[in-house]
């Protein structure tokens, strides 16, 4: 039979079915108290009557493992003062207590697909089940608003900008903040802000992962991006171009100098497959294992020349359908990637 401080420590790792906070997070172990054979749980939850049923049966079929069988709940509410607290702290994704994982993608030079690499990995994490927000911090390029199909502009509620929402991805670009055709003509500082303001000021609503499309090379902003993430984690994406590959070394070894984490290297633009079925290797061979070798780190997912299908507002997307060749693969990326995360 387990000791009370036994019984803690298990409980401890047990979510809030609301709050999605470990019941240590949320300090919603009131008492456990032992008694001959039999276990009294008072529990306090952001709302006692919602999954209670589930809630409970894990916590039995847990404690099961260890022999305990008469185990009696009570459940209370948590006060609301500290729902607040925890939901506030979720929202906010540079809180300590976020769940959110952040991943940024970086290229060495403009024009190797890196966009279409983010918008590609962040539809293909919410088809396995994760909630992604997508941020296009490549202010003087911002693309994404195009590729993910969207004309819609985000709203805002409570002095919080709500992202758009596309392939169920929620949605945030300069694209939205200036007139159309207009360039962005601003100095760092003024970057630095706004992609502060990206950060901070958005509702993201707690997603999963949030996929950051950096800018090209090692400027202002990818700076101002390894200095706001405490811990983020980058995908480096290169075509098989040997220009191309050193300058992706580059962003590379800039994000491990900012004690970021490199997932691995993309290489992108590989091959052209001619309907005979050959490959026509049109801008050379081995850019992404070169990138790899130098970064010591794994050689992710290497994606061809494919264009993908007119979507519903008549212009090419930059987003493959699920069941295409291309989509497959962006799948398998994302399916690694939750692995690895």
């Known amino acids: 039979m387990l000791n009370e401080q036994q019984i803690t420590k298990l409980l401890e790792r047990i979510l809030d079915p609301v709050l999605e906070f470990t019941l240590q997070e949320t ?3 009131m008492e456990v108290s032992v008694t001959n054979n039999s276990i009294a749980l008072q529990i306090a939850l952001a709302d006692p009557e919602l999954h209670t049923d589930k809630f409970t049966t894990n916590i ?7 022999g305990c069988e008469d185990i009696h709940f009570e459940l209370a509410y948590l006060p609301v003062s500290k729902i607040e607290q925890l939901l506030e702290a979720k929202n906010n994704i ?11 993608i970086a290229s060495g030079k403009g024009g190797v697909g890196k966009s279409t690499v983010a918008a590609n990995l962040a539809v293909a994490l919410k ?7 997508l941020l296009d911090a490549d202010i003087y390029g911002f693309s994404l608003p195009i590729l993910m199909g969207t004309k819609d502009v985000p709203k805002t509620v409570d002095e919080k900008i709500i992202p758009v929402t596309t392939y169920g991805v929620q949605l945030i670009s300069m694209d939205s903040f200036v007139e159309d055709g207009e360039p962005v003509i601003w100095r760092g500082p003024m970057l630095g ?7 901070e000021d958005v509702n993201w609503d707690a997603p999963d992962y949030l996929i950051i499309d950096l800018p090209p090379g090692t400027g202002d902003i990818a700076l101002d991006i390894h200095t706001l993430l405490p811990t983020c984690n980058e995908l480096i994406v290169t075509t098989p171009h040997q220009a191309a590959a050193t300058v992706a070394a580059r962003a590379g070894i800039m994000a491990i ?3 970021h984490h490199i997932l691995g290297v993309i290489e992108n633009l590989s091959y052209y497959q001619t309907e005979a079925g050959e490959k026509a290797y049109l801008f050379g061979e081995g850019g992404g294992k070169k990138v790899a070798i130098e970064l010591e780190t794994e050689l992710l ?18 987003v493959y359908e699920a069941e295409s060749t291309q989509g497959k693969r962006f799948f398998e990326l994302a399916v690694k990637i939750n692995h690895y995360l």
Request: hydrophobic fraction near 30%.
């Open 127 to 133: 088809r396995t089940g994760k909630k992604v927000g």
């Open 27 to 29: 300090g919603g172990i």
């Open 193 to 199: 802000k706004m992609i502060k303001m990206f950060l």
């Open 60 to 66: 039995t079929e847990l404690l099961g493992e260890f």
């Open 301 to 318: 997912g290497v994606f061809p020349i494919e264009q993908p299908e007119h979507n519903k507002n008549g212009y090419l997307s930059g």
């Open 257 to 259: 100098k900012n004690e």
């Open 94 to 104: 540079l809180s300590p207590e976020s769940k959110t994982q952040f991943i940024a």
